[in-house]
């Protein structure tokens, strides 16, 4: 697979139960369909999926909110299937969420993640972005699993 058959586009609702097998194949705590149906509902969400053919390869899921009179881009979630890991997927979707998240709310100017702090190649993806580490946030994916908050301003 090249990422120039790749396509990202606007999550439908057909797309869910790829996204939850994605979702579960990725992480030890992955969230439930419900999460992923609020998500999908929900207006202020940045939902994109990514796709070979008819195959779905992987998603992003960003939140918009404003803290303190700022307007923050929240990446929650950016998964691939793991039979598609390594090809520039990942990239891809974290170029198209920062993209979105400026072009349709011009406002954004900062997105922010946390990702476990065991998770090199995820960390290496977003530094390579231009994300930088702002703290540690202990036990926040459960006991002795602790997050690694970045910030791309």
């Known amino acids: 697979m090249n990422t120039e058959d790749l396509a990202i586009r606007n999550c439908k609702v ?5 996204v939850q097998r994605i979702e579960n194949a990725s992480f030890d705590d992955p969230y439930t369909p419900m999460v992923f149906w609020g998500l999908y509902l929900s207006r ?13 390869v992987g998603y992003s ?3 918009v909110e404003t803290r303190n009179g700022k307007t923050v881009a929240h990446l929650i979630s950016l998964a691939v299937d793991p039979l598609s890991r390594r090809k520039g997927i990942g990239s891809k979707l974290l170029e198209d969420a920062i993209s979105q998240s400026k072009n349709s709310y011009p406002e954004c100017k900062v997105i922010e993640l946390e990702v476990r702090t065991d998770n090199e190649s995820a960390i290496a993806l977003y530094l390579k972005f231009g994300f930088r580490k702002i ?3 202990s036990n926040y994916y459960g006991r002795g699993k602790d997050a ?6």
């Open 44 to 56: 202020d969400t940045i939902f994109r999926t990514a796709f070979v053919q008819d195959n779905i």
């Open 61 to 63: 899921v960003s939140k």
């Open 14 to 18: 057909t797309d869910l139960r790829a």
């Open 135 to 137: 703290r540690l946030i």
């Open 148 to 153: 690694q908050l970045m910030e791309l301003s």
